[in-house]
Structures are given as C-alpha cells and as structure tokens.
C-alpha cells in the first residue's frame, strides 16, 4: 500500500490517532481535518464522484507539445483515435457505432453488467490529447491518405494510439484525489476498504505511467527524427470489410497459449503491443505493431497470429482487442446478428479487461467460436 500510516493502519489507528497528526488514509492531511468522525458527516452522493471522474478525463493538453514536435498552435482538439471519416463510417449505422461502456447508470440497472451501447461516430474514440497543428501535422500520413501499411504509417497510428493510453493513465492518477472523500458517512471499516481500494489502484497506475512515459519517449524521437525502424509492424489485410475497427496499446503478460511473456516485477518496464484496424472499400487491415527489441512480447503474439489458419486470424485479434482495450467498436448491424454465445464471449472479454483493480484480463479468447470474420488476403511485415 502507499504510505506507512496507511498501509500499517488498524481499526485503533484509524479511529484514536492523534488530532495533528498525519491521517492514516495517506493524504497528507492532519487527522482533524481528513477522516475524524468522517462516519457522522453527510453521505456522498455516488454521482458527484462520477461527475468529478469525468471531468478528469476530460481535461485539455497537447501530448505532443514543445521539445521534439515543437511549440502548439490552435486550440486543444477532440482528437479521433480511430479516424471518423475513413474508419468509423465504415462500420456505422446511422451514423452511430456500439461500444462497451462503463456508464454507470446503465450498468446499474443492468445487474452491474457491462452494458454495449450505440455511441455516435462523432464522439467516439476522442480524447483531447492534440492541438489543432500535431494533429493535422504528425497524422496527416493516416488522415489524408487510403492506408497501405507503409511503415511511417504504422509509427504514427502507434503513436497515436500510445498517447492516448498515457492521457487515460494521466487522467486516472487524478482519480485518487477526486474520490478521497468519497467515503463520507460509512462505517469506519469500510472507509479503510475504500481508501486501500484506492491506495491499489494508484500503485497499479503509477506504475503503467512510467511504462508508458518509456515507451512514448521512444515513439516520440522515432515519429521525430522519421525513424521507422524503431518500430516492426505486421500488417494483414483481409478479403473483405471488417465489420470492427478498434485501435489500443497494452503491456502483454501471456502469449495467446498462456505462457508468460513478462511478469512487471519493480524494476521491470513492460513492454507494449499495439493493434488498430482500417477500413478500405472492399477490404479491410490489422496493424500488430511492437517496439523492435529481441524478444519482443508484440512479436511474439504477432508470430502466433500469423501461424494461425487465415480463417481465423480475424477473429483472434478481434477478441484479443475486446480483451485489452476498451476502444472498440462494432458495426451495429453485425453485433445484433450476433448470437447468443457470441455475445456472452464478448461480454466476458469486454467485463474481463475492464478490471479497476489493474489485474490483467484472464478470459481466454476462443478461436473455437465462429464469429464469421472475413479471411485473410496477406500478410506483410512493415
């Protein structure tokens, strides 16, 4: 746990310890005027935490501002991280696309399950991570021009899909400060679950913080300087639409059989995978991307994908993506054809990675389950 008061702490620490001295919840504050007779102040209302959770996520900044790409110009842009134009109105129905969503007055009234529900193309896959010139600059290779898999191609949708997994890690170190006080009115005890809930959950992202700042650093010099070659891609490319397009970045412990790739011990910085998709009349790509070191855990899991049959490879990064990241959308049209095992195996993928405790998804994916994904056309390395 984060700090000695906190991580040491008992039911009489808690509730005996000193008026001046440091609360036992860690956050810097004297007891008097953190956490005594929290028990007897007035319940937190659950939704101004959601409220205030949102707005974090909703903050402003150029992750690419000064230094390497030099200084913003124009105003902080609602950026897609899956082009609107040439890749989310592929799949759309109505100018609307379906997506698993933590909105917890639906999940709610849903029994706590995760709830898929249509988003409109124009809000999803946004962040606020760009000002108006990097964008339009450093993405212009993917906004203007029909993808082909061509290695600067591959580096900026890598980069991009990185920044925003540092902005959603950034956002959440917020979320400890935000939901603090969070636990006003409840029983002491359970003051102490939600603070240790918290103080686990800060760890676990303090740590993928650093992961990613590593990595984006990389990226960055690389997009920079024009040098591909920091990065290895696999491309593949099918023989028809692909009826998702999703575009994420996570730190793999396990290859597709289970077997251990890394296993994020303190003084280990984890290694990322990248996977996003693109639409083309008439055909569709998945980009498998990995930083080139020797043993990359990315090229690894791009190798086994490759040695799959064609007919399924689709499907294996389709659920692969469900899994790990939550930037995936589906043609509404194909998901409510889908059948009633289909669906159960991509709530439990969706419900599975979603875990705010940081632990990595377990579900296996299921090759064995047919979800009717086009076949692939080929295989090039990028």
């Given amino acids: 746990m984060v700090g000695s008061a906190h991580s040491g702490g008992n039911f009489d620490t808690m509730t005996k310890q000193g008026r001046n001295t440091p609360c036992w919840c860690g956050s810097g504050k004297k007891f008097k005027v953190c956490h005594l007779n929290r028990e007897q102040q007035v319940l937190e209302n659950p939704w101004h935490a959601i409220e205030a959770t949102r707005k974090a996520f909703k903050r402003k900044l150029c992750t690419a501002h000064g230094g390497l790409f030099g200084d913003c110009d124009g105003q902080i842009v609602k950026a897609h991280s899956i082009s609107k134009g040439a890749n989310l109105s592929a799949i759309a129905k109505n100018g609307h696309v379906i997506q698993y969503q933590t909105n917890i007055k639906e999940m709610n009234k849903n029994g706590g399950k995760l709830v898929a529900t249509k988003v409109g ?28 898999g061509r290695p600067d191609q591959c580096l ?118 990248f996977i996003s998709t693109f639409a083309r009349p008439g055909t569709g790509y998945i980009c498998v991307s990995w930083v080139d070191k020797p043993g990359a855990p990315g090229k690894v899991i791009a190798d086994q994908i490759r040695s799959l049959p064609t007919d399924v490879q689709a499907n294996a990064c389709m659920q692969l993506g469900v899994k790990h990241i939550e930037n995936a959308f589906f043609s509404p049209n194909w998901f409510e054809a889908l059948t009633n095992p289909q669906r159960a195996q991509l709530d439990r993928l969706a419900a599975n990675g979603m875990d705010a405790m940081g632990s990595p998804p377990a579900s296996p994916i299921r090759l064995d389950l047919i979800f009717e994904l086009p076949s692939t056309l080929q295989i090039f390395d990028s």
């Avoid at 193309?121 to 082909?148: V, W």
């Avoid at 636990?183 to 686990?200: E, I, N, S």
Wanted: charged residues 20%; proline residues 2%.
């Fill in 121 to 148: 193309i124009g809000d999803a896959s946004t962040f606020n991570g760009f000002c108006a010139a990097h964008d339009r600059t450093l993405f212009s290779c993917i906004e203007n021009e029909a993808f082909t």
């Fill in 156 to 273: 900026a949708i890598a980069y991009r899909t990185l920044s925003r997994e540092a902005y959603g890690k950034d956002s959440a170190a917020q979320m400890r400060s935000i939901l603090r006080d969070a636990d006003k009115g409840l029983h002491p005890l359970q003051q102490r679950l939600m603070q240790d809930w918290l103080a686990v959950m800060e760890t676990h992202n303090a740590a993928a913080q650093k992961e990613l700042r590593h990595t984006h650093s990389l990226l960055s010099l690389a997009l920079s300087t024009g040098n591909t070659s920091a990065l290895r891609s696999m491309v593949i490319q099918f023989r028809s639409e692909l009826p998702f397009m999703l575009a994420g970045a996570w730190s793999p412990f396990t290859d597709l059989k289970g077997v251990h790739l890394q296993y994020g011990g303190l003084d280990e910085l984890l290694e990322q995978i």
